[in-house]
């Protein structure tokens, strides 16, 4: 008994404790403690914690007063959100308004751009390739400075910090840091780097300023400069991840391979995540032709990060291995990534014609010829997949052309001429065959035969075909090194007046503006010859009318010009040699102003040379395709 009283007492000490009520959010009606959902609007409700679960007097004036204070909570928020949209919504119509604005400046400043290219078109002035191309590059050098500068900003104080604990802080070296930035904005590129090698003698042990000063070189494209630069760094920092990417790759544009991939190693064991050391060190073995290397390299990287360049390059490995499904596959992804990688396209539609899809490598290589209808390559296999199948040749030609690309291959190249004429013999009707003789005779000097085997080309008249262009090349250019610039200046002058082919006409007008500038004739003729030609030339070609203009410049003593339009050549085109122009450039430059008064050969290979690497490749094209 006593038991049960003391537990009937211990109960009636116990306080009852009364459960709070959950108010709703959205409602606010009041709900019994353990609902998940509101009994009058059935809205989810939210349970705060952290409230004490104390005794509440729950009557009806409490729950008033807790709704009243809900409501013009939720009215307090409800308008702070209304009047922040409403903020938004006035700053999204004055960007609205600012970018149409911008829209009218930048299409009346195109009009204005369009207006005066036409003027200076119409007054001979330049051509609207030549804007098109110096308005390329003075972006891509704006665009690289303005980056340079962007990176410097970021750096300017800790290169100064250590300076001053260095001791070596001083005014000049101060003005000199200063200095650096309008210059980069200027685009005074020489003026940079030679303002950085004096800091960089200031202040020998200051590794902010030789990253910087190695990141400049890098993108400037002066590797050696880069590789020493990250080299300091590497010595005073000590293992740095990016230091050894950037050195990997400097070291890479100048074969150094062993110091390229041991710097690539380390940055990999360093950041094993990254995709940046797999992917140069695969570029690094393709370049070496070290294929299975590179594979193994690029689909590690890719694995980490798709990149449309990793991509294209895993698939040129592909394909190189004769794997071309897996190529087609990687040159896929990477154009699904970058819609306008034209290495990439122009790749997959090899990798289609090396599986027999024609259908597909001409809509492929259409895609690529409206993305740059200038480019001879793009144009040429345009022509050929579209027209009727090539006839095959015989046998015996084909045996004869397959020994002529071996001798040609391991250098005899009086062989090969030899075995391409008799290629031609068994196969008359084709012009590719005589076209290839025709060049490969130019080329070694054989001016009989190279005019002959032209003649019989363009007898035949293959108009519109680069065969036709080829043989012009051949003809004029055969003449002209012949020494008999008379005799090329009356060929070529008719080819330029009577010819319908535009790519014809511009080799002959190419031709006649060299002729004009050795005969000592018509500059000014011989200059707005060279423009027609880089008007109508492929892309590949360009770089040999700017180089004639580079040396029609230096006979008209204009030398910042030349050398304008050697930059320009050497950038087009790596096969022209602009050593001869260069080096009359710098010896006008030592005689204090004054250009020579000749002019040698403007090229180590001529246009023949270079038309001959893509006739060779039409034709192995051709026999291909006809083979299918």
Not at 187 to 200: C, R, S
Not at 455 to 462: H, S
Not at 475 to 483: I, K, M, N, P
Request: glycine residues 6%.
């Amino acid at each position: 008994m006593r038991a049960a009283s003391g537990e009937n007492r211990a109960a009636a000490s116990t306080p009852t404790r009364r459960t709070e009520p959950v108010l709703c959010q959205l409602c606010g009606v009041a709900n019994p403690d353990g609902l998940e959902h509101c009994r009058s609007c059935g809205h989810l409700l939210l349970v705060v914690s952290g409230v004490p679960q104390t005794e509440v007097d729950a009557d009806d004036e409490i729950l008033f007063e807790a709704q009243e204070q809900l409501d013009e909570h939720l009215l307090e928020r409800i308008t702070s959100l209304e009047e922040a949209i409403r903020k938004v919504g006035s700053t999204v119509s004055t960007f609205a308004d600012r970018l149409g604005h911008l829209e009218h400046s930048l299409a009346v400043a195109h009009a204005g751009v369009e207006n005066i290219a036409n003027l200076l078109e119409e007054e001979g002035v330049v051509t609207r390739t030549e804007i098109a191309d110096g308005w390329e590059r003075t972006a891509d050098r704006e665009l690289t400075t303005r980056d340079l500068a962007r990176r410097l900003r970021a750096r300017v104080g800790r290169i100064m910090s250590h300076a001053r604990h260095e001791g070596h802080a001083t005014e000049e070296f101060s003005r000199k840091l200063m200095d650096l930035e309008p210059a980069l904005l200027e685009g005074d590129i020489t003026a940079v780097h030679d303002v950085l090698a004096e800091l960089g003698k200031s202040d020998p042990r200051n590794d902010e300023l030789w990253s910087f000063i190695g990141e400049a070189a890098f993108s400037t494209g002066e590797s050696e400069i880069a590789e020493s630069a990250f080299l300091r760094v590497l010595e005073l920092r000590g293992p740095h991840f990016e230091t050894l990417v950037y050195l990997g790759n400097s070291a890479a544009d100048l074969r150094h391979w062993d110091q390229a991939r041991d710097a690539l190693e380390r940055a990999r064991v360093m950041v094993p995540e990254s995709f940046l050391p797999d992917f140069a060190l695969g570029g690094i073995e393709l370049r070496r032709g070290n294929h299975h290397k590179a594979i193994h390299h690029l689909e590690a990287s890719i694995a980490r990060e798709e990149y449309p360049q990793a991509l294209y390059l895993l698939g040129s490995c592909r394909l190189q291995l004769g794997e071309s499904g897996r190529a087609i596959t990687a040159f896929k992804r990477a154009i699904e990534l970058d819609p306008g990688f034209e290495e990439a396209i122009d790749r997959l539609g090899a990798a289609y014609l090396h599986r027999g899809w024609i259908k597909l490598a001409l809509a492929t290589f259409r895609r690529l010829e409206s993305l740059d209808p200038h480019r001879l390559r793009y144009r040429e296999t345009v022509r050929l997949l579209a027209d009727q199948p090539p006839k095959n040749l015989s046998i015996g030609a084909t045996r004869l052309v397959e020994r002529a690309d071996h001798a040609l291959a391991v250098g005899q190249s009086e062989r090969a001429l030899d075995l391409y004429e008799a290629a031609g013999r068994e196969a008359p009707e084709e012009p590719a065959l005589h076209a290839t003789a025709a060049l490969l005779a130019s080329t070694l000097g054989r001016t009989r035969r190279a005019v002959a085997l032209a003649r019989q080309v363009l007898d035949d008249r293959p108009a519109g075909s680069a065969f036709a262009a080829a043989a012009t090349a051949a003809l004029l250019e055969s003449l002209r090194l012949a020494g008999r610039p008379r005799a090329m200046r009356r060929v070529a002058s008719a080819i330029y007046r009577e010819g319908t082919d535009d790519f014809s006409h511009g080799i002959a007008a190419y031709e006649l503006a060299l002729v004009e500038s050795e005969l000592d004739g018509d500059l000014g003729r011989a200059r707005a010859l060279a423009r027609e030609a880089l008007e109508t030339t492929p892309r590949e070609l360009r770089s040999y009318p700017l180089a004639a203009l580079a040396a029609i410049a230096l006979r008209r003593g204009r030398l910042s010009e030349a050398h304008s339009y050697l930059e320009r050549a050497t950038e087009s085109r790596q096969i022209v040699s602009p050593r001869p122009v260069g080096e009359a450039f710098a010896a006008a430059l030592d005689l204090g102003g004054h250009p020579p008064t000749t002019t040698g050969p403007v090229f180590e290979t001529g246009i023949d040379h270079e038309l001959l690497t893509h006739v060779r490749r039409l034709s192995s094209l051709a026999r291909d395709l006809a083979r299918r």
